[in-house]
């Protein structure tokens, strides 16, 4: 069962988490090694002792298939430990906070405690934006977590043409007043319209009258 717990131990332990990072060449916080390791696992580990456990887990707790997923896409290494504690300590009515759990812990060691920032790490992973994801995490780990966010964030996108959520947001935001200018513009446009009719066509009329009396003279 050691083999089963060693994951869990790697995300849940400092000691050990900075052992494995050791073994793997001393390149704890880098996500671009990482990103490398995890294709390296995934070739040398074709065969996942759980598979059989897990089959069987899920059988009972579908939504366990959402959960491995999404903790797939963030680390393989991360949904290998999840699948392997869970199905250690039978805690499966607490399933879903045992996945918050890893999750918060393993993204935190790469990039830091401000929710915003891991908020738009979890953005770049999930886009497949590995690369930026690499910058933010260089970001990090030379500058530190108590960073001025919105400048990382900005040169982040900047540099990769990376939209994130509350840029989109504000793009939202502005196309939205935008086209409500356009709207009551053009409501105006009307109502002007409507109010200089009556008076665009008394003086049609009266010019009629004029040209009439003229000529009869």
Same mark, same amino acid.
């Given at each position: 069962?050691?083999?089963?717990?060693?994951?869990?131990?790697?995300?849940?332990?400092?000691?050990?988490?900075?052992?494995?990072?050791?073994?793997?060449?001393?390149?704890?916080?880098?996500?671009?090694?990482?990103?490398?390791?995890?294709?390296?696992?995934?070739?040398?580990?074709? #065969?996942?002792?759980?598979?059989?456990?897990?089959?069987?887990?899920?059988?009972?707790?579908?939504?366990?298939?959402?959960?491995?997923?999404?903790? #797939?896409?963030?680390?393989?290494?991360?949904?290998? #430990?999840?699948?392997?504690?869970?199905?250690?300590?039978?805690?499966?009515?607490?399933?879903?906070?045992?996945?918050?759990?890893?999750? *918060?812990?393993?993204?935190?060691?790469?990039?830091?405690?401000?929710?915003?920032?891991?908020?738009?790490?979890?953005?770049?992973?999930? #886009?497949?934006?590995?690369?930026?994801?690499?910058?933010?995490?260089?970001?990090?780990?030379?500058?530190?977590?108590?960073?001025?966010?919105?400048?990382?964030?900005? *040169?982040?996108?900047?540099?990769?043409?990376?939209?994130?959520?509350?840029?989109?947001?504000?793009?939202?935001?502005?196309?939205?007043?935008?086209?409500?200018?356009?709207?009551?513009?053009?409501?105006?446009?009307?109502?002007?319209?409507?109010?200089?009719?009556?008076?665009?066509?008394?003086?049609?009329?009266?010019?009629?009258?004029?040209?009439?009396?003229?000529?009869?003279?």
């Amino acid at each position: 069962m050691a083999e089963i717990n060693e994951g869990y131990n790697v995300l849940s332990d400092p000691v050990q988490r900075k052992a494995y990072d050791k073994t793997r060449g001393d390149k704890e916080g880098n996500f671009g090694d990482w990103v490398h390791e995890e294709e390296v696992d995934q070739a040398s580990n074709s #065969s996942d002792p759980l598979e059989k456990n897990w089959a069987v887990a899920v059988r009972y707790y579908p939504d366990l298939f959402k959960i491995n997923n999404r903790l #797939s896409k963030i680390s393989n290494m991360l949904a290998f #430990s999840y699948r392997a504690a869970l199905l250690e300590r039978k805690v499966f009515e607490e399933r879903k906070e045992l996945a918050e759990k890893l999750e *918060k812990s393993f993204l935190q060691s790469y990039f830091g405690n401000n929710q915003v920032i891991v908020d738009f790490a979890l953005q770049l992973i999930f #886009s497949g934006n590995n690369a930026a994801a690499k910058a933010l995490n260089d970001a990090i780990r030379v500058l530190g977590s108590n960073i001025q966010v919105d400048r990382v964030i900005s *040169k982040i996108c900047k540099d990769f043409n990376f939209e994130s959520q509350s840029m989109k947001g504000e793009r939202f935001k502005k196309e939205k007043i935008r086209e409500r200018t356009v709207a009551e513009r053009k409501v105006n446009e009307k109502a002007t319209a409507v109010r200089e009719w009556p008076w665009l066509v008394g003086a049609a009329a009266l010019s009629m009258v004029i040209v009439l009396i003229l000529n009869w003279l």
